[in-house]
């Protein structure tokens, strides 16, 4: 569903009825939701506040937090981190991770923090107006 006044940046799967899996338009064409703009930019950012991780731990913390309904392929990650760092949300430099492998560390920003506070207030009152059409329509 696409609401008024926004658009779609990536799609979701539903390959199976408890997953949803972002993915990117190169694949087949199959019954899809639309996440609504901003949603894994704001997800990324959350993610981020706890402090500087590489693409890989980014996309394993959403799998991990969501309980496995949320699972962030890199088609749709490594995208969206560099809009993030092109819009001075977040900054990226190389390091080795944790099994030695050379890797970027993404780290919110001072803007990134004040637009993970807007698009958190946003998703909230988003989130809140669909609620109230499940439960009162």
């Known amino acids: 569903m696409i609401l008024p006044g926004t ?3 990536d ?3 539903i390959r199976h009825h408890d997953r949803i899996v972002s993915t990117s338009d190169t694949r087949a064409k199959r019954p899809s939701l639309d996440l609504l703009q901003g949603t894994l930019d704001l997800l990324i950012l959350r993610t981020l506040e706890n402090g500087p991780q590489h693409g890989w731990a980014i996309s ?4 991990q937090i969501s309980e496995d309904v949320l699972q962030v392929n890199q088609g749709s990650l490594y ?3 560099h809009r993030l760092e092109r819009q001075g949300a977040v900054r990226a430099e190389w390091g080795t991770s944790d ?3 050379r890797a970027r560390f993404y780290d919110l920003t001072a803007a990134g923090r004040r637009l ?3 698009e958190t207030v946003q998703w909230q009152r988003m ?3 669909i609620d109230r059409v499940l439960r009162l329509a």
């Open 7 to 9: 658009r779609a940046i």
């Open 11 to 13: 799609s979701v799967d």
């Open 60 to 63: 394993e913390r959403i799998q």
């Open 79 to 81: 995208p969206a981190l």
């Open 99 to 101: 099994l030695g492998k």
């Open 116 to 118: 993970l506070d807007a």
């Open 127 to 129: 989130s809140g107006a």
